[in-house]
């Protein structure tokens, strides 16, 4: 199994996001997470393409990209033009969401589906071979630096016994509240791909980076 870093951008300094990001860099990350929210399928806005489009140009880093929108078919093409790697994309948000995982995957980036913390896992069995990430929602989308639900340790247990059960080997990425102290909890649960946000983004972001880093690397087979 490998394990990754996402560093959520949602949590960076706008107005510094180029040192930000180069600081993850440093710091060893592979991801990075890029939120975007439409203020109608979450109550926030935040970025879109435009800003996707310069932080490509400065970066290789992997881009992450978590779609927190309503119907977002009609925005795929231009996120891959913008120049997302991964895209992952809301069951809850979808008119048909294994049309969504085909539109993305023809377009020739990973695709991921995410489901927030209500939604039960048995939505996820016909998408399970379908997909390369899924990611489940450890806070209520919508905002940064939220704690951490506990019932979601369960849930990502739960999941990776399906997987495992399938023969399936596919990442498991969490995504909110994570922070030092509950990263060996949520990989000992399965998960293999970690965001952060507000944990990474303060104060020294390269060492809060590398000590996100070394706790994965013990891991890495
Ligand atoms: O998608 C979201 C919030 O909707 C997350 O990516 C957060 O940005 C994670 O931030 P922290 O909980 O780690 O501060």
Redesign the pocket.
């Known amino acids: 199994m490998k394990y990754y870093l996402s560093p959520?951008i949602?949590?960076a300094d706008f107005a510094h996001l180029g040192d930000d990001i180069a600081a993850t860099e440093k710091g060893g990350t592979q991801y990075l997470?890029y939120?975007v929210?439409d203020g109608m399928f979450?109550p926030s806005i935040s970025f879109g393409m435009p800003v996707l489009k310069s932080v490509r140009k400065i970066t290789d880093l992997v881009l992450d990209v978590?779609l927190?929108i309503e119907d977002p078919d009609r925005y795929i093409d231009e996120f891959v033009k913008s120049g997302a790697d991964i895209i992952t994309v809301h069951y809850e948000a979808c008119k048909d969401v294994e049309k969504t995982i085909q539109m993305i995957r023809e377009k020739g980036v990973k695709v991921g589906v995410t489901i927030k913390p209500k939604t039960p896992l048995s939505v996820l069995e016909p998408l399970l071979d379908k997909v390369d990430m899924i990611l489940l929602?450890t806070?209520?989308?919508?905002?940064?630096?939220?704690a951490y639900i506990p019932e979601s340790t369960d849930k990502i247990r739960a999941l990776r016994k399906m997987l495992n059960d399938r023969g399936l080997t596919t990442d498991i990425e969490v995504?909110?509240?994570?922070k030092k102290d509950n990263l060996e909890m949520v990989l000992d649960a399965g998960a293999n791909v970690i965001?952060?946000?507000?944990?990474?983004f303060k104060d020294d972001i390269e060492k809060n980076t590398r000590d996100f880093m070394e706790i994965l690397k013990k891991r890495q087979a």
């Open positions: 959520s949602l949590s997470h939120d929210m979450v978590h927190m929602m806070v209520e989308p919508g905002f940064g630096g939220q995504d909110g509240g994570i965001v952060a946000g507000s944990a990474i």
